[in-house]
């Protein structure tokens, strides 16, 4: 008996050891497994994106500031114009990784009831770029009929990055279709 209590106690002060020396494998597994993610999007962010403006008929690039919560591959955050158009969304969405390319999915509601809107984002990471770069389908609240334009998350000055996203921003999409709504 005593053999087997003296056994017990050398395993677990092997195992407790095991642990102590490994404290710092297992703290990062733990990190990079639970609580980050590949492509840290928690902070805020610059949206860049192309629209059309019923006021004046035109389209323009616009720009947004994004809050963004980022646990476990959930996304949560909020998001407001930058250029005097009233637009608050609540964000929810998901990042996640498929074989080397890293996505983020987002999806909006209007915080405001006077201008409902609701749609989806769905973004590429640019790991050259730091950033995001994608496309949003919605429903406009000033034309009353879904939209598609494309769209840039990054850190960059929304200036600069009107620059460095051109190609994308002046991309085109099939835009403005209203769907054809069953009677």
């Known amino acids: 008996m005593p053999n087997a209590i003296l056994s017990l106690i050398i395993g677990?002060?092997?195992f407790l050891t095991a642990i102590i020396t490994n404290i710092d494998k297992i703290s990062d597994f733990w990190n990079?497994?639970?609580t980050q993610t590949d492509h840290q999007i928690t902070g805020e962010w610059n949206g860049v994106f192309r629209e059309f403006w019923v006021q004046d008929g035109k389209e323009h690039v616009s720009s947004s500031r994004l809050k963004l919560i980022s646990k476990l591959g959930n996304v949560t955050g909020t998001e407001m114009t930058t250029n005097g158009k009233p637009?608050?969304?609540?964000?929810t969405g998901q990042n996640t990784t498929l074989a080397d390319r890293h996505f983020l999915i987002i999806t909006y509601t209007s915080t405001n009831d006077n201008r409902p809107s609701v749609g989806s984002i769905v973004f590429e990471y640019a790991k050259d770029k730091n950033s995001f770069v994608g496309y949003q389908i919605g429903l406009d609240p000033d034309q009353n009929r879904f939209t598609s334009y494309p769209y840039v998350l990054t850190k960059l000055d929304p200036v600069e990055a009107e620059k460095n996203f051109s190609d994308h921003l002046n991309s085109t999409i099939p835009s403005y279709q209203k769907p054809i709504m069953p009677k």
């Open 32 to 34: 990079s497994t639970f």
């Open 12 to 14: 677990i002060l092997g």
């Open 87 to 91: 637009r608050d969304w609540k964000l």
